[in-house]
């Protein structure tokens, strides 16, 4: 065995090379030969010279293609369906009936081929069914089911659909998961759900299928205009909370979540609380609806009251109604906790700082009590996930607690404060241990923490209307709170000046004997992940058919984790130091959070001066080997807050310099994983970013400097990269400037309005003319989307310099709007 991986080490001494040799249409079938051969160099020279495709090496493989042997056949196969024509596509799947399963495999992904677009689709959807049905390998049925769903189009998912109904047991649940969340798969989905409480318990959907649609059908029915608004469009969620099967009932949680999370996406607050109140009326868990009835009406209506008086119906008599027999929506205790927590942020919201601190110390005692049961010591990995998110919620009443105590006044450098910080570390650094030894990675920081749904980055440190919350005391509350914790931790918050002094143990981690403990396990596990993942992928390799069809990809990997592996090894004979400490935990994000906080809020100068710290911390630390890319990522982040602040500040030259390096910055980010093999899923986040920053120097071309071509150069670019609903509306803008109506029109019409596009589309409304639309849209920006007076008013300037709203000018409607008050 171990000669055969020196055997594919060897064959891919340069994994990243591709042959260079021009193949000749003559050349193609002796090459083809060449893959039976018993010479390992001269099957890897053949295949990488074929794998280029050419002219003649369909023909060539499809010459013979039976009487070869599986070997040979499974690198032609592989060639088949990766260059068939479309026309070439019927003569593939002839072959489909091969007895070796292993060949069966490759050529089927001729089915799922996107760059053939509609051409054989028919041909390949029933492919892909009869393999489904009548291949003899499991895995291979499996495959062919996924491979429906990757095609996302009507016929693939009717047949989904149907398979999900006829299939056997544990299969029809795989055809149904299949199913892709897009739209033409949400008819498919909702008759599933509709037909699993049907009243003849014959014709019901299994409960395995239902199982496995259910959180989809919760996305489906938030993105339908007027999904969830009848009480039949709501029962399955009721009903499914109540069902007899444990999976059932949590696929049904778990779609219950999903739709509330996408109506707060669309920013649909209003309807989400709206079916929350129908749903619990309907006879649904009392204790979930009021959960989230506060959640959603302290973090994204901005109204503390309503989200108090729902914290503390959660734990009234009356919460447990609709709640099923042994449904399994978490411990009683954990609703206690989520009361007063969330009672305890309202408070604090309202002013209330001794209420807050009050509550908070009840909740305190409650997941104190959850910690000391120890799930984390059985042998169940959800018991142990619940202790490691019980550890999460312990840290944050701790911020809590810290928050509460200076809103009363508390001098930021108390020594209580600090050792609360200390101790919310201390718990961060507990549950990453927890989840190295669950899931092997170790590297985690403060942003783990602060991206729960509980954390006051999402409750009210965020860009929510709010009557009772003056933005100033919110704004110096959040940079005390990061200053504080930057305190216990420095290397992990840059961007936060730290308080004054403080006790060694509690401004070290290093002189603190239980995180410099933690620190030592973490590692230890982080070594093991390693080690674990270098074996699994060895085993990837050693498992393939043969040496040279081995993916570049996965030696280069293998050797990858054997270096890291021997880098950790090597690490571990020295103490733990400042440099483990940055190898394990990542940079937070709080500071770039409070600049964006500071520039909606018409700070762009403070915000800008928070961003220029932040860059500088990280600068002069330096961007850890372990955590590199994540390091160039955080670097431009900070460089779109500066440019953004630039601009804001009438200085685009400097504005544009600044974006122009964040962009450089994620060019070479983009660059360096693709070299390394980056799938378009592991790219995503970087295009995202890079798209941001595009329309940042779109924005400041058009609205600054006035160079309209150069804008529209910078968007359009953006738009390759992401096209969600704003980027979809900016689209619609960019064609209205440049008098494409009808295109621009067509945009809109496809366009969900909500508060993150009320304001481009006021601005492509003004350009196609359309006055009234524009002025409504411009007023619903200006009261829905901006936080306080100053962010207002800031928008007013911007707009009142808006080159898109030039025609909206003399109109004493918009005068007002944008009149300074």
């Not at 110096?476 to 403080?502: D, K, N, Q």
């Not at 069809?549 to 880098?567: I, T």
């Not at 964006?596 to 080997?625: K, M, N, P, Q, W």
Request: hydrophobic residues 45%; proline residues 4%; glycine residues 8%.
């Amino acid at each position: 065995m171990r000669a055969l991986l020196l055997l594919v080490l060897g064959l891919a001494a340069a994994p990243l090379v591709k042959s260079s040799v021009m193949l000749d249409q003559d050349d193609a079938p002796a090459l083809v030969q060449d893959l039976g051969s018993q010479d390992p160099g001269r099957t890897r020279a053949a295949w990488d010279v074929l794998a280029q495709g050419g002219d003649g090496v369909f023909e060539a493989c499809l010459t013979g293609f039976r009487d070869a042997s599986r070997i040979e056949r499974v690198a032609r196969g592989k060639l088949l369906a990766t260059q068939a024509t479309a026309a070439q596509v019927p003569q593939v799947l002839a072959l489909l009936d091969d007895p070796a399963a292993s060949v069966r495999l490759e050529l089927s992904q001729v089915c799922t081929r996107g760059d053939l677009g509609a051409a054989a689709l028919d041909l390949r959807v029933a492919a892909l069914e009869h393999i489904a049905r009548h291949d003899n390998e499991p895995g291979i049925r499996e495959v062919a089911l996924g491979a429906l769903g990757s095609l996302d189009v009507a016929a693939a998912c009717e047949t989904l659909g149907r398979l999900a109904r006829e299939m056997v047991h544990g299969e029809r649940g795989v055809a149904a998961k299949a199913l892709p969340e897009t739209p033409r798969a949400a008819a498919v989905v909702a008759a599933l759900v509709a037909d699993g409480f049907a009243a003849d318990v014959t014709a019901r959907t299994p409960s395995d299928v239902l199982a496995a649609v259910l959180p989809a059908h919760g996305f489906h029915l938030a993105n339908a205009t007027e999904g969830g608004s009848t009480a039949a469009q709501r029962a399955p969620l009721v009903l499914g909370l109540r069902h007899p099967d444990p999976d059932v009932r949590r696929a049904t949680a778990e779609g219950f979540q999903r739709m509330l999370a996408r109506l707060r996406t669309l920013g649909q607050v209003p309807r989400a609380l709206q079916l929350l109140e129908d749903l619990e009326a309907q006879g649904f868990d009392a204790r979930v609806t009021r959960y989230h009835r506060s959640l959603l009406a302290l973090g994204s209506a901005g109204d503390a009251a309503t989200a108090k008086a729902a914290a503390q119906r959660l734990r009234h008599g009356d919460a447990r109604r609709g709640a099923a027999a042994g449904l399994e929506l978490g411990d009683a205790r954990l609703w206690l906790f989520r009361s007063h927590y969330l009672e305890g942020w309202s408070e604090l919201t309202l002013g209330h700082g001794g209420a807050a601190r009050a509550a908070f110390s009840r909740a305190w005692d409650v997941i104190d009590a959850q910690l000391a049961q120890r799930l984390d010591l059985e042998e169940v990995d959800g018991l142990n996930r619940a202790h490691m998110d019980t550890e999460h919620q312990a840290a944050l009443v701790l911020v809590g607690l810290i928050a509460a105590r200076l809103t009363e006044g508390d001098a930021i450098d108390d020594p209580e404060l600090l050792e609360l910080a200390r101790q919310a570390h201390t718990l961060t650094l507990e549950a990453q241990l927890h989840f190295a030894k669950l899931y092997g990675e170790a590297r985690s920081g403060w942003d783990g923490l602060f991206d729960h749904e509980l954390s006051p980055y999402r409750l009210i440190f965020n860009a929510v209307l709010r009557a009772d919350f003056d933005p100033d005391q919110r704004l110096a509350l959040e940079e005390s709170l990061g200053r504080i914790l930057a305190t216990v931790s420095p290397a992990e918050l840059p961007g936060f000046s730290v308080v004054a002094t403080g006790p060694p143990h509690v401004v070290d981690p290093l002189q603190d004997d239980r995180r410099h403990g933690l620190f030592q396990q973490i590692r230890v596990w982080r070594l093991e992940g390693v080690q674990r993942a270098k074996d699994e992928m060895l085993t990837r390799i050693l498992e393939t058919v043969a040496p040279f069809l081995v993916p570049e990809d996965d030696v280069d990997m293998l050797r990858r984790l054997e270096q890291h592996e021997a880098m950790l090894v090597a690490g571990m004979r020295d103490e733990v130091s400042v440099e483990t400490l940055r190898e394990l935990r990542l940079p937070g994000s709080q500071a770039l959070w409070l600049a964006t906080s500071l520039r909606t809020e018409a700070r762009s100068r403070d915000s800008r001066r928070v961003a220029e710290s932040y860059r500088a911390d990280l600068e002069s630390e330096g961007i850890s080997s372990a955590w590199y890319y994540l390091g160039q990522e955080r670097l431009a982040r900070a460089d779109l807050a500066i440019g953004g602040s630039y601009t804001d500040e009438d200085e685009p030259l400097r504005a544009q310099e600044v974006l122009l390096r964040a962009l450089g910055r994620l060019e070479d980010l983009e660059r360096r994983m693709a070299e390394t093999g980056a799938s378009a899923t592991d790219l995503a986040p970087t295009h995202s970013l890079m798209a941001d920053v595009l329309v940042g120097l779109a924005v400041n071309s058009n609205v600054k400097l006035g160079r309209i071509a150069e804008a529209l150069v910078w968007y359009e670019r953006a738009y390759t990269l992401r096209s969600d609903e704003f980027m979809g509306v900016l689209l619609a803008c960019y064609r209205a400037r440049m008098g494409r109506t009808e295109e621009a029109r067509a945009l809109l019409a496809r366009t969900k309005p909500g508060p993150g596009t009320y304001y481009n589309l006021a601005c492509t409304h003004a350009l196609l003319g359309d006055t009234n639309e524009a002025l409504k849209f411009l007023d619903l920006d200006l009261r829905e989307s901006h936080t306080s007076r100053p962010s207002r008013n800031k928008q007013r300037a911007w707009a009142s310099e808006d080159p898109d709203l030039l025609s909206l000018r003399e109109d004493p409607r918009f005068q007002e709007l944008v009149r300074p008050r």
